[in-house]
């Protein structure tokens, strides 16, 4: 984190990045000194209400947050950056958005947990548009102009007031990633019995892991035999995240059952002293690990890989692996919502289990779970483009996954496979 001081004093001269957090309550003339080269500018967790109206200034700028502020309007002054393509107002007191405020090179719209009820149609206009997460807001529909933005591939709408999913949000070409849970759709899920784990019986451990929706930790459970078994905890956290409630994230986890695809769900936590949510989970071999990191702001919607070698034969394991836990999914009327590689744990041989139901949905209805499937395929199918980049194999060796992966992605949503045909079709390979 930088320093105001620091900034007056001509120390962050040349800087293409700034974080500023220091009970900001107007915006710092001395962030021009850096119009030349500024790139990110990080303003979260102030006290802002607005932006300077020649905030186009700084003629650099690509990226800009502001969460965690007293926004109670997206500053029309955005609309005027014109290198801008990266809006992150989360958690503010937004409740208006004007047509002015949006960028012309906009391709990601963060405006997670604030208070709109309606976006402007000029926003089918952002044509570079690839991201829009809006979750935790009270809109009841979405503009019908957004159908024109043939790259939205990430929308995020869970914990609105949305009573139907337009058929032209089913239909657009892009989409891959989609979260809704939350919303008063109706949904056809049925609740099934789940084990009941005592607070009382279990002991907790170190942290494995934390994100938005909750805590994991390793830890102890005593079972009803009193046989001691190593476990991992998940407690949830109360608020809304970017995907939606951790709580719709923990129905989603618990209707998904057993698969070997899966990671197996031992059963619910209950007794808590703080009377926190949570569920016990099998703990998983430290030899697995994350098949890729999560997007970056400038790859936006696309994962980053390390320097991962794949043989075709664990490619197709991998992939027939996760296509067969789709199709438990979305037999179940489950739509993932986040098929990501980071949310994909591998092993050495092919192994693979996929993981973090934070945007997790049931459908709404059996038509609609048709288009929605369909729609997670386009998400399998990147994933597969992007295992198959890794792969050492030549291209007449992998030449009939590359057309099962381009049917995948078809731009046309129902004439994509299903998740049955893609297993059927992996395992025959």
């Not at 293409?16 to 500018?41: A, H, M, N, W, Y």
């Not at 830890?219 to 109360?238: F, I, N, R, S, T």
């Not at 489950?334 to 289990?353: M, P, R, T, V």
Request: hydrophobic share 40%; glycine share 6%.
């Amino acid at each position: 984190m930088h320093t105001l001081a620091d900034l007056r004093a001509g120390k962050l001269a040349g800087s293409k990045r700034l974080d500023l957090s220091c009970g900001l309550t107007q915006f710092p003339d001395e962030i021009f000194s850096l119009s030349e080269s500024l790139e990110v500018l990080n303003l979260s967790d102030n006290q802002l209400s607005d932006l300077p109206t020649d905030l186009h200034r700084l003629k650099h700028l690509k990226i800009l947050f502001c969460s965690n502020n007293l926004f109670t309007r997206l500053p029309a002054a955005l609309g005027h950056c014109d290198e801008l393509f990266f809006v992150g107002f989360k958690a503010c007191r937004i409740g208006d958005v004007p047509p002015e405020s949006l960028p012309p090179r906009l391709r990601a719209l963060v405006l997670t947990d604030n208070c709109i009820e309606s976006l402007p149609d000029e926003l089918g206009l952002c044509v570079h548009l690839q991201k829009l997460m809006l979750a935790g807001n009270r809109l009841q529909s979405l503009p019908a102009s957004l159908a024109a933005c043939h790259r939205l591939e990430l929308v995020r709408i869970a914990s609105n007031d949305i009573r139907q999913l337009p058929q032209w949000l089913l239909q657009m070409p892009s989409l891959a990633w989609l979260a809704f849970a939350g919303n008063p759709l109706n949904d056809i899920h049925t609740e099934e019995p789940i084990r009941q784990i005592s607070w009382s019986r279990l002991t907790l451990h170190q942290v494995l892991g934390e994100g938005a929706s909750g805590v994991i930790q390793q830890g102890q459970w005593l079972d009803d035999q009193g046989v001691a078994e190593k476990v991992a905890v998940k407690l949830y956290k109360g608020h809304v995240t970017s995907d939606g409630s951790p709580l719709n994230e923990m129905a989603a986890c618990m209707a998904a059952g057993q698969h070997a695809h899966l990671i197996p769900v031992e059963g619910e936590v209950f007794g808590h002293p703080e009377n926190a949510r949570g569920l016990v989970m099998q703990l998983i071999s430290p030899r697995f690990r994350v098949l890729a990191r999560p997007p970056s702001l400038d790859s936006c919607t696309r994962d980053l890989y390390n320097a991962t070698r794949l043989s075709r034969d664990i490619v197709l394991r991998m992939a027939a692996g996760i296509a067969s836990a789709c199709r438990h999914l979305h037999a179940r009327g489950i739509n993932h919502g986040d098929l990501y590689a980071h949310n994909i744990l591998w092993a050495e041989n092919g192994e693979s289990l996929l993981g973090d139901f934070g945007a997790a949905a049931f459908y709404p209805d059996e038509e609609t779970g048709r288009a929605l499937e369909r729609i997670e395929v386009r998400a399998f199918g990147i994933l597969l483009g992007e295992m198959l980049a890794c792969c050492d194999a030549c291209d007449s060796e992998i030449a009939t996954l590359r057309e099962l992966q381009q049917a995948c992605v078809q731009p046309q949503v129902l004439k994509r496979p299903n998740f049955a045909e893609l297993e059927q079709a992996l395992r025959c390979l």
